[in-house]
């Protein structure tokens, strides 16, 4: 069983920075393709960015030059730093790992950027 767990999460103000951090249990992050999904009221979730397990990354044209996706292997955590954040970066950010055949998915975490 995979547990993934969201956390990092909050307010902040335009231009401000956070990270979020995905940390697992029943799997290894280093070794296997995850990503970060993210959801607005109203809206469909949509990718944020997936890193494979060899570490190749496919970001959305929004988020690139301004959010990086990283791992642990120390942690068994994957993490996001949102950098230059903007209103339309606000909702709820949810981790996702393909393990042995499934799609895992944590419980999300909120961000909200507003002034």
């Known amino acids: 069983q995979v547990r993934l767990q969201e956390s990092g999460g909050g307010s902040v103000q335009p231009g401000g920075s956070l990270t979020l951090t995905c940390r697992a249990s029943g799997s290894i992050v280093t070794i296997s393709n995850m990503g970060w999904y993210r959801q607005a009221p109203g809206n469909e979730r949509e990718l944020v960015v997936t890193i494979s397990g060899n570490g190749t990354t496919n970001y959305a044209d929004s988020v690139k030059g301004r959010f990086t996706v990283s791992r642990d292997r120390a942690w068994n955590a994957m993490y996001l730093r949102m950098n230059s954040l903007k209103s339309e970066d606000t909702g709820k950010y949810y981790c996702?790992?393909?393990?042995?055949?499934?799609?895992?998915w944590g419980q999300g975490t909120q961000v909200t950027v507003s002034s």
């Open positions: 996702t790992q393909r393990w042995r055949g499934h799609d895992w």
